[in-house]
């Protein structure tokens, strides 16, 4: 019995060694990210790897990053009013559509998606895609670091240079001259409501050929932009968590 009991402190000063360490090496990882812009991120690992599992010869990385201030203000505002209108004010978590999501699943609905713009950072930076309760857990602590480390510009940022606009097409910067050979800083309030229409699923949606669907989505996102004053909330990103 004391030989089990010494294998088990072992084991559990091993694994509290390996958690201190993991905890010590996200949190450098989140804070050298608020300068050092990412060479890439887990989910574009993890597409190159499907591609090249599938065999697909037309998949080509396509990531190219450009600076906040070479970024449209209407991209900025879009992919707000589309995937996050607190984005400003909230600590990462949306927690009123976090309980409208949970309410509409136990009136038997379909769950729709209550991630917020640094909740999606996180993940697309760290982790892999598809559903499960670790992945879930580990998006929540890496997101209260990110919001913790980062200003809402940074987060607005990385998330515009890092987001999936088509098959191998990363950020802003290589989703204009795909798709409207233009640049990022001059993307058009109809062109970035194109773009952020495409978020929820940039693998069917296509940029390049919209359905009505798309372009009823596109709409939408036009009049929440409109509703959400412009400018002027760019203005609050831009002073929030400095």
Same mark, same amino acid.
């Given at each position: 019995?004391p030989?089990? #009991?010494g ?7 091993a694994l509290l060694?390996l958690t201190?360490g993991?905890v010590? &090496?996200?949190?450098v990882a989140?804070l ?6 990412p060479? #890439?991120t ?9 591609a090249r599992?599938?065999?697909d010869p037309?998949?080509?990385?396509? *990531?190219?990053w450009? %600076?906040?201030?070479g ?17 400003a004010?909230h %600590? ?12 509409e699943?136990?009136?038997g609905?379909r769950?729709?998606?209550?991630? +917020?713009?640094s909740?999606q950072v996180?993940?697309?930076?760290? &982790?892999w895609?598809? %559903?499960?309760f670790?992945r879930?857990?580990?998006?929540a602590?890496?997101? +209260?670091?990110?919001e913790?480390?980062?200003p809402?510009q940074r ?6 240079n890092?987001?999936e ?13 795909r798709?409207f050979?233009?640049d ?8 970035s409501?194109?773009l952020?229409?495409?978020?929820p699923s940039?693998?069917k949606?296509?940029v390049?050929? %919209?359905?009505?669907? &798309? *372009?009823?989505?596109?709409?939408w996102?036009i009049e929440?932009?409109?509703a959400? #004053?412009?400018?002027s909330y760019?203005?609050?990103?831009d002073?929030a968590?400095?």
């Amino acid at each position: 019995m004391p030989a089990r #009991g010494g294998v088990l402190r072992l084991l559990a000063r091993a694994l509290l060694w390996l958690t201190a360490g993991a905890v010590a &090496l996200s949190l450098v990882a989140v804070l050298a990210l608020r300068w050092v812009h990412p060479l #890439g991120t887990a989910f574009m690992l993890h597409a190159y790897l499907e591609a090249r599992g599938a065999h697909d010869p037309t998949w080509h990385l396509d *990531y190219r990053w450009v %600076p906040y201030e070479g970024i449209s203000r209407h991209a900025k505002l879009a992919v707000i009013a589309s995937e996050d209108q607190k984005f400003a004010f909230h %600590p990462g978590f949306d927690f009123e559509a976090i309980d409208q999501a949970i309410k509409e699943r136990e009136r038997g609905r379909r769950l729709r998606g209550a991630s +917020t713009i640094s909740q999606q950072v996180a993940k697309n930076l760290f &982790l892999w895609p598809g %559903p499960s309760f670790v992945r879930k857990g580990l998006e929540a602590y890496l997101t +209260t670091l990110i919001e913790l480390c980062w200003p809402k510009q940074r987060i607005l940022e990385v998330y515009l240079n890092v987001a999936e606009f088509g098959p191998g097409i990363y950020g802003v910067g290589a989703a204009a001259p795909r798709f409207f050979r233009t640049d990022a800083a001059h993307l058009s309030q109809a062109q970035s409501a194109l773009l952020a229409a495409v978020l929820p699923s940039p693998r069917k949606l296509r940029v390049d050929h %919209p359905s009505a669907y &798309l *372009y009823r989505r596109q709409a939408w996102i036009i009049e929440q932009m409109n509703a959400l #004053g412009g400018a002027s909330y760019i203005r609050d990103v831009d002073t929030a968590g400095r």
